[in-house]
């Protein structure tokens, strides 16, 4: 059993930074997909950015340039680093985890579905104000 845990939201200003944490032990020792989601207020929750196990990295068209995800296996963490906020950028953000690899589509540059993740975490809040 795999429990994401995300910390580091917060609310900025437009164009600041914030850098999202997501601990998630036990799942840096074998392969893996890991993504965050985003979910404003009244919308469906969407895809922000996914990593597979071998680098590989897709992104959603709104934040690629500004958004970089990244995992650091010796901390059992995955981040989300993010800049040049804009207040569109204003959900809770979630972290989630699946032993399975998701190589083939985050290779081509498209993300992974809801569906296809089995573990999530709460989420964090973060705020861009104008």
């Known amino acids: 059993q795999v429990q994401p845990v995300e910390s580091g939201g917060g609310s900025v200003q437009t164009g600041g930074s914030l850098r999202l944490s997501c601990a998630a032990p036990g799942v840096f020792d074998s392969s893996y997909c890991m993504g965050w989601f985003k979910q404003a207020s009244g919308k469906e929750r969407e895809g922000v950015a996914a990593?597979?196990?071998?680098?590989?990295?897709a992104y959603a068209e709104g934040v690629k340039g500004r958004f970089t995800i990244s995992g650091d296996n010796a901390k059992n963490t995955l981040y989300l680093q993010m800049s040049d906020l804009k207040p569109e950028d204003t959900a809770m953000y979630f972290c989630?985890?699946?032993?399975?690899?998701?190589?083939?589509?985050?290779?081509?540059?498209?993300?992974?579905?809801?569906?296809?993740?089995?573990?999530w975490g709460q989420g964090t809040q973060v705020t861009v104000s104008p």
């Open positions: 990593i597979d196990s071998d680098g590989s990295t």
């Open positions: 989630a985890v699946d032993r399975r690899r998701c190589l083939p589509l985050v290779a081509a540059g498209k993300l992974p579905l809801e569906v296809d993740f089995s573990y």
